[in-house]
């Protein structure tokens, strides 16, 4: 890299537009929203798609909701004339959706577009030329004044052809090509050369792109305004842009460009195009409907439109692609489970969204919690509790959970790989050892201020009968085997649940004790019965007491 990188490049300039308005703008409705995944996006495809995917691809973008579709390139090959025909013929374009193609302006090129649109009900003839200085002198080699006599060349033929087939319902969209690095007034010439060529008083698209992005998403806005506010005939005028994503700014560009008076956006789902991209639709719309604005595109199924993309385009999505990647609702890290685990706790129906770290409710997009949380060395109480009780429904006290937690850093340190809700459960299972204590039998006896308890166990691995009497079952068995092992045992905190429902249900308790005063830990206890439960945990706590296990041996 260059030590001064001025030498070699120049910053955008900025527009002189003192009075903007467009920061002070709310987007408060969707725009008109124009799907060029099968053109923009097509084009820019290792491979690009044949007929079949073609189909597929448009099937899909009329079931989110788009009404308008740049179809294709049909000048450009055969399978792109082919689609358009196919769509046409074969009634595949509901009623209210309009398709749009594109063409360059070449006489050549335009008739056989138009050709590729015969019978059509409505189409919108999308029509580009580059304006911007280095394209004229480079590309083209024209001056200002040849550009303006190509659009009004081109579009004039545009409208000879269709106004020759009346059946159509047409609309013309022109694009000035890198509008984005030409000079400002030049565009402007260009698009009332359109104007005037198309026939003013009649409906117009009037398409800004960044074809190539170049300069901070606030410049892209000011040349919206400057725009919009001197179209000569503008109420005829769609104002529409092109983002494209080369400095990672698409999505804002957008964004700004809406502010500063564009009605209409083009783009492409998860940002497929050229280069960087062109700008991503679904990011645009989800970005609308979580500020409460409806963005009227259905994405209720995420995971099903970006598998069917996927496999259209040939290309992955990315796993943190915004609402969309594999791992854009998981938190791996602690403070962000906790805090999602706590809001959750919090949350009834009809609350407006409030989740830490989650900027939408995965569910409305078809997405579920479960990945919500994952677990890794990064990782905390919050998630590891939050995947337990989710998954199998365990709730675990708040000192168990630091206490469990320690136990799974440990696992985590060793094997350094990321812990599934499964892993969890299964060292649980291994800790607690709640599994391998044989559920106990007993007879209790109310008696006169309190309980007896005579029980019959297996501890480490043989038979032991214990007996002992208490204010309650719980403190009766406390009594039975501290007697029985000659320690101290105390319980300092006792809950349970039930997990399950109808006969399969079960008790799950979890016991906090002190043994000989110096040692804390939890035991958990399953079974179908309740006391049952709770000395199973007294026995899984004293079982993963070390000294315990050696006084018994
Ligand atoms: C920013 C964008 O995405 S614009 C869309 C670009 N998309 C595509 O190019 C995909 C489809 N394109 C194609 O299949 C081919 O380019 C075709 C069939 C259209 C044309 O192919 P060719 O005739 O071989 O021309 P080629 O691809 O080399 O295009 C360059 C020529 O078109 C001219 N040209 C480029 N854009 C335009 C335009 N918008 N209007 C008029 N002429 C143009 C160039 O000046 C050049 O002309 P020259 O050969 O006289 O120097
Ligand atoms: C709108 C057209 C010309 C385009 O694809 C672009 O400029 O990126």
Same mark, same amino acid.
């Given at each position: 890299?260059?030590?001064?990188?001025?030498?070699?490049?120049?910053?955008?300039?900025?527009?002189?537009?003192?009075?903007?308005?467009?920061?002070?703008?709310?987007?408060?409705?969707?725009?008109?929203?124009?799907?060029?995944?099968?053109?923009?996006?097509?084009?820019?495809?290792?491979?690009?798609?044949?007929?079949?995917?073609?189909?597929?691809?448009?099937?899909?973008?009329?079931?989110?909701?788009?009404?308008?579709?740049?179809?294709?390139?049909?000048?450009?090959?055969?399978?792109?004339?082919?689609?358009?025909?196919?769509?046409?013929?074969?009634?595949?374009?509901?009623?209210?959706?309009?398709?749009?193609?594109?063409?360059?302006?070449?006489?050549?090129?335009?008739?056989?577009?138009?050709?590729?649109?015969?019978?059509?009900?409505?189409?919108?003839?999308?029509?580009?030329?580059?304006?911007?200085?280095?394209?004229?002198?480079?590309?083209?080699?024209?001056?200002?004044?040849?550009?303006?006599?190509?659009?009004?060349?081109?579009?004039?033929?545009?409208?000879?052809?269709?106004?020759?087939?009346?059946?159509?319902?047409?609309?013309?969209?022109?694009?000035?090509?890198?509008?984005?690095?030409?000079?400002?007034?030049?565009?402007?010439?260009?698009?009332?050369?359109?104007?005037?060529?198309?026939?003013?008083?009649?409906?117009?698209?009037?398409?800004?792109?960044?074809?190539?992005?170049?300069?901070?998403?606030?410049?892209?806005?000011?040349?919206?305004?400057?725009?919009?506010?001197?179209?000569?005939?503008?109420?005829?005028?769609?104002?529409?842009?092109?983002?494209?994503?080369?400095?990672?700014?698409?999505?804002?560009?957008?964004?700004?460009?809406?502010?500063?008076?564009?009605?209409?956006?083009?783009?492409?789902?998860?940002?497929?195009?050229?280069?960087?991209?062109?700008?991503?639709?679904?990011?645009?719309?989800?970005?609308?409907?979580?500020?409460?604005?409806?963005?009227?595109?259905?994405?209720?199924?995420?995971?099903?439109?970006?598998?069917?993309?996927?496999?259209?385009?040939?290309?992955?999505?990315?796993?943190?692609?915004?609402?969309?990647?594999?791992?854009?609702?998981?938190?791996?890290?602690?403070?962000?489970?906790?805090?999602?685990?706590?809001?959750?706790?919090?949350?009834?129906?009809?609350?407006?969204?409030?989740?830490?770290?989650?900027?939408?409710?995965?569910?409305?997009?078809?997405?579920?919690?479960?990945?919500?949380?994952?677990?890794?060395? *990064? +990782?905390?109480?919050?998630?590891?509790?939050?995947?337990? &009780?989710? #998954?199998? $429904?365990?709730? =675990?006290?708040?000192? @168990? !959970?630091?206490?469990?937690?320690?136990?799974?850093?440990?696992?985590?340190?060793?094997?350094?790989?990321?812990?599934?809700?499964?892993?969890?459960?299964?060292?649980?299972?291994?800790?607690?050892?709640? *599994? +391998?204590?044989?559920?106990?039998?007993?007879?209790?006896? &109310?008696? #006169?201020? $309190?309980?007896? =308890?005579?029980?019959? @166990? !297996?501890?480490?691995?043989?038979?032991?009968?214990?007996?002992?009497?208490?204010?309650?079952?719980?403190?009766?068995?406390?009594?039975?085997?501290?007697?029985?092992?000659?320690?101290?045992?105390?319980?300092?905190?006792?809950?349970?649940?039930?997990?399950?429902?109808?006969?399969?249900?079960?008790?799950?308790?979890?016991?906090?004790?002190?043994?000989?005063?110096?040692?804390?830990?939890?035991?958990?206890?399953?079974?179908?019965?309740?006391?049952?439960?709770?000395?199973?945990?007294?026995?899984?706590?004293?079982?993963?007491?070390?000294?315990?296990?050696?006084?018994?041996?």
């Amino acid at each position: 890299m260059l030590q001064n990188p001025a030498t070699k490049y120049r910053p955008t300039a900025p527009v002189r537009l003192a009075d903007r308005t467009w920061p002070d703008a709310v987007i408060k409705k969707a725009p008109i929203w124009l799907s060029t995944d099968l053109r923009d996006g097509n084009q820019a495809l290792i491979e690009p798609m044949d007929l079949q995917r073609k189909l597929r691809m448009f099937d899909l973008l009329v079931r989110i909701g788009f009404k308008e579709i740049e179809v294709g390139f049909p000048a450009a090959s055969q399978v792109e004339f082919d689609f358009v025909r196919k769509l046409i013929d074969e009634g595949r374009i509901p009623d209210d959706v309009t398709i749009q193609v594109m063409t360059p302006a070449r006489e050549e090129l335009i008739a056989r577009t138009i050709e590729s649109l015969h019978g059509a009900r409505k189409a919108i003839v999308h029509v580009y030329n580059a304006v911007a200085p280095v394209w004229r002198d480079v590309v083209f080699g024209m001056s200002v004044p040849q550009v303006m006599a190509l659009i009004e060349r081109s579009v004039g033929q545009i409208k000879r052809l269709t106004d020759a087939q009346p059946e159509t319902d047409w609309a013309l969209q022109y694009s000035p090509e890198v509008f984005c690095m030409a000079e400002l007034e030049v565009s402007l010439q260009a698009c009332e050369t359109a104007i005037a060529a198309w026939g003013s008083g009649r409906p117009i698209i009037l398409n800004l792109p960044t074809t190539v992005e170049n300069s901070t998403p606030n410049v892209f806005a000011d040349q919206i305004e400057w725009m919009c506010r001197r179209f000569a005939d503008r109420p005829h005028v769609v104002v529409s842009v092109h983002p494209h994503n080369d400095r990672g700014t698409g999505t804002a560009s957008a964004e700004l460009a809406l502010m500063a008076g564009a009605a209409r956006v083009e783009g492409c789902l998860f940002g497929n195009g050229e280069r960087t991209g062109n700008l991503d639709l679904v990011n645009v719309a989800l970005n609308l409907y979580v500020q409460g604005v409806s963005p009227n595109l259905d994405f209720s199924d995420i995971d099903v439109i970006r598998a069917e993309v996927e496999h259209c385009n040939q290309l992955p999505v990315h796993p943190r692609h915004p609402y969309a990647g594999d791992l854009v609702y998981t938190s791996f890290s602690g403070s962000h489970q906790d805090a999602i685990k706590k809001a959750f706790a919090e949350r009834r129906d009809g609350d407006v969204w409030a989740i830490p770290y989650l900027p939408i409710d995965p569910k409305d997009l078809g997405r579920s919690y479960e990945a919500v949380i994952r677990v890794n060395s *990064q +990782s905390g109480k919050g998630g590891i509790a939050y995947l337990l &009780e989710s #998954e199998y $429904g365990l709730q =675990l006290p708040r000192r @168990l !959970q630091i206490e469990f937690s320690r136990a799974v850093q440990r696992e985590m340190d060793a094997s350094g790989k990321e812990l599934t809700a499964g892993d969890l459960w299964r060292l649980f299972q291994r800790e607690y050892r709640f *599994q +391998s204590v044989a559920a106990p039998t007993y007879r209790m006896q &109310e008696q #006169e201020g $309190g309980f007896s =308890l005579q029980a019959s @166990l !297996q501890w480490q691995g043989g038979p032991m009968e214990v007996e002992g009497e208490g204010t309650g079952p719980i403190d009766a068995f406390v009594q039975a085997i501290s007697s029985a092992l000659d320690r101290r045992v105390r319980v300092l905190d006792y809950s349970e649940h039930a997990i399950g429902e109808g006969a399969g249900a079960k008790a799950v308790a979890y016991m906090e004790m002190r043994i000989d005063d110096c040692r804390t830990v939890y035991g958990v206890g399953m079974d179908a019965n309740i006391v049952s439960a709770s000395i199973r945990a007294i026995l899984s706590g004293l079982q993963r007491v070390p000294q315990m296990q050696a006084a018994v041996a």
